[in-house]
């Protein structure tokens, strides 16, 4: 299927007397997911992975558990992603008492971390088309949405994913 927008950036498949909600955010989803995949395509990490590292290098060392709970993924989504940065020695991985296995980001991974972050954010404000002033609105925008009791995420439910968090943080920093 042939994309559906315009060069001048107007969708031409989804008639505005039906809901465009829906298709815009998917859309919007989908050209933003593939976005970041090609920013972070270098450093040889996925989202999911940008994600993860995000997670512990906020909280510090987390164990296993916790990182499945707040990224809202399965046991084995997660372990397909993790155990690659760790065998490149991005994460350090340890089974504590009781068998808990926890994860740390390295030095190196903590390098990685930072250029990711700014490449992801520079080509996000870069190539959105957006002015220092539409961002700051988008993100109020997405952080309500991703905030919003009214919309629950049943990967995540009842917990607040971190992404919320770290979306409300970069609007109040402003």
Do not use: W
Not at 105 to 117: N, P, Y
Not at 142 to 165: D, F, N, Q, T, Y
């Amino acid at each position: 299927m042939p994309c559906n927008h315009q060069s001048d950036g107007s969708l031409s498949m989804v008639p505005l007397a039906t809901s465009t909600v829906v298709p815009l955010l998917y859309l919007a989803e989908l050209k933003l997911g593939n976005l970041l995949r090609r920013q972070l395509s270098p450093l040889r990490i996925t989202p999911l992975q940008y994600i993860g590292m995000s997670i512990i290098a906020s909280r510090g060392t987390t164990a296993q558990e916790g990182l499945i709970e707040q990224m809202g993924v399965s046991a084995s989504d997660l372990i397909g992603s993790i155990i690659p940065i760790c065998d490149r020695g991005l994460l350090g991985r340890e089974v504590v008492a009781g068998g808990v296995v926890t994860f740390c980001l390295t030095d190196l991974g903590r390098g990685l971390l930072d250029a990711a972050t700014r490449l992801a954010s520079n080509a996000a404000i870069g190539k959105a088309n957006l002015d220092e002033q539409d961002m700051e609105q988008l993100l109020k925008l997405l952080a309500r949405v991703i905030g919003s009791p009214e919309i629950p995420c049943p990967a995540c439910e009842p917990h607040k994913p971190i992404l919320a968090r770290t979306v409300r943080e970069a609007t109040e920093n402003k």
